[in-house]
């Protein structure tokens, strides 16, 4: 149990420093902090929450081990090396990706609840 709870510890420490020191990782928590509050207000469904919350995730998990990936490839090859090159750049395109797929998930789900309520306003 003690082991556990160290565990956590290490792992928690791992998010301060990915949210403290990688403006990317900042942006993600505050875009997906504005997806929960707008989420909130349009009262999506639950299977509306659990994709939204799914594609929040990865992106987030995706940034993180990008970070990891950054970390390693700089201790391992703090001089330029092709292989250094295709690990950041691979651990990049990873987290475009999940961001590309979380704004079009993000506009499919919020997009027609969004639109409905600013079209009943302007009536
Ligand atoms: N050791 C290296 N050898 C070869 N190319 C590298 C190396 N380190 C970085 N690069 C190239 O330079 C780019 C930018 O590297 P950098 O370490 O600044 O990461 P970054 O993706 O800009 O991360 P950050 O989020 O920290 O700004 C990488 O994506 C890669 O293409």
Do not use: Y
């Not at 207000?41 to 950054?70: C, D, K, P, R």
Request: charged share 15%; glycine share 6%; hydrophobic share 65%.
């Amino acid at each position: 149990m003690k082991k556990f709870i160290r565990s956590l510890g290490f792992a928690w420490a791992g998010i301060a420093f990915a949210v403290q020191n990688e403006r990317h990782m900042r942006i993600h928590v505050l875009v997906a902090a504005a997806v929960i509050l707008l989420g909130a207000f349009l009262s999506l469904t639950g299977v509306e929450w659990v994709m939204l919350l799914l594609t929040m995730a990865l992106v987030i998990v995706a940034e993180m081990v990008n970070t990891a990936v950054e970390k390693v490839v700089d201790l391992a090859s703090p001089e330029r090396h092709a292989l250094a090159k295709t690990a950041k750049d691979v651990a990049a395109g990873a987290v475009l990706l999940a961001a590309c797929f979380a704004v079009f998930i993000g506009f499919i789900i919020l997009g027609p609840p969004l639109w409905h309520v600013i079209t009943a306003g302007s009536q």
